[in-house]
Structures are given as C-alpha cells and as structure tokens.
C-alpha cells in the first residue's frame, strides 16, 4: 500500500509541473503590487487559549506558513518571514499533525490572516474585506494541541447550493439534522456552498456549526463575486468569510491540499489552475513527507 501511495504521488507531482510550464504560456503571473512588505510573526501552542503568545508558551519549530504562493517554515523560535503584496494578501498556517486553529462561533477554523489595507474595491453586490489597515507588526499563529488517529472519519459535502432561506431550512432539518453529534474528525465542503447568493453564508454556516466539528471549505463557481472584472477580485467575499481559497492543513497521516479551480473572466468562468496556484502545490509538497497521503480537494 505505501509502494502504491509512493507511486502515486510521485506521479501527481509530475502531472503538476507538466501542467504548470503548459499554462504558463498562456497564464500570467499577477503582478504584486512595487510596494511589498514583510509578513512576521509566531507559530506557537496557546496553552491557555486567549489568543496572545505569552513568554511560557512553547513555539513551534518546523511548522509551514504561506502567502499562498510560497511556504516557510518556523524556525526553533517559532518564527517565519514571508514577502507578501502590500494591497491584497492572504498568509496562513499550514495546520501540522496534533495541532488545529482556533475556531469561530461557526466552527470555521481560524488559521489565517487577511491583509486587505483599503478593503474590498468599493460597490460589490455581496460584502468583501473590511478595511484592515497597515501590516502589524507581528501576525502569530495560535494552535491547541488534540489527539490525532491514524485512522478517522470526515464528513463531505459537495454542492449544497441554497437559493433562499427555504433551502438552507431544508439542509438544517433534512440533512444536517442527521449527523450532528457525528464521530467523525472534521468536516469539508467542496465547493458551490452557494447558488450565487453570497449573502447566505451567514445562516448557511451557522446550521453547518451545528455539526460540531471544524469545517474546512472549498471554493466553487457560484461562491464567487461576479460583478468584478476579474479573477484576481472574484473571492472577495469568501475571503471574508472563509479566508484564502487555496491552503492545505496535515491531519493524522494525511495531508489535504484544498485547491481553487476557478478562473473567473468577467463574464463567465473556466475549470483550470493559475501559474501561482500550481507554484503553492509545488512549494507545499516539497515539507510533506513522502509517507503521507496526499489527499486534492
């Protein structure tokens, strides 16, 4: 079975890279922003849970944090350093093996920072980031310790895609009803949460929540902000609410790798990864070690 894993992935990384030198004649790489900054701060085991490293708290060496392109690890200190564009970044943890973030009242996992100055562009039909000001000066990494078998249980969804309030009733009674109290480790979403209608995700997670496990997401086509010119706006508010679009967290002998697949026109979209997106897997793959599943959501 490792042979047959080893094969594997030895094999998807290959179709990676094959994949990345095809699109990149045909798919610019984003400009970052000439005003560049850099992002620091703590990786560290919050023992006491409120959030802020104190001076008896253990850091975490050798844990990986990205800007969604390129991935650091801590060093002995717990401490990273990655170059982030100065309008518009995302930098999260890479959840390691017997860790999980905090998470909110909607049992969303709480492993990343948005760095959005100036907001969201102004006059979007759904809410995107608020105004998050300058860069602070340290942007840390809580996580709580939590026992992690070799083998586990996770819940999947695919497409939910409520249209109304009736829909996501429906979800509450029909189906989430049915799991909650549910042994399994944690939950995804994979893709299409909604139907274009944005402004659900607050009562749409708030009857996920009642899972009571961490629900990690994945972006679809209809989570999009269709009312920009571009890909590089169209998760505005998923960002909001879920933050990056594309991550990857270890969880016992498997690493999840979640993937945007979605490249926004305009005016309509197409299945298929950008240069930078590719570039993260590359990065990501190479501190995973080669007896972990890999598993692409």
Known sequence: MGLQRQRFRDRLVTEWKIAAVLLAAFTPMPTLAQDQVTARGV??????????HEKDEPALANVPVSNGYDVALTDAKGRYALTINNQDAVVFVIKPRGYRPPLNHHNLPQFHYVHRPTGSPPGLKYRGVTPTGPL?????FPLYKQSEPDEFKVVIFGDPQPNNLSDIDHMANDVISERIGTDAAFGMALGDLMADRLDLYKPYNRVMSRLGIPLWNVSGNHDLNMDVPNDALSNETWKRVFGPTTYSFDYGLVHFIVLDNILWRGNSYSGGFDKRTLKFVENDLEYVSKEKLVVIA
């Not at 990786?43 to 802020?52: I, L, S, T």
């Not at 602070?136 to 840390?140: E, G, I, N, T």
């Open 136 to 140: 602070p000066k340290s942007v840390d």
């Open 43 to 52: 990786v560290f085991h919050d023992q006491n849970r409120n959030g802020k």
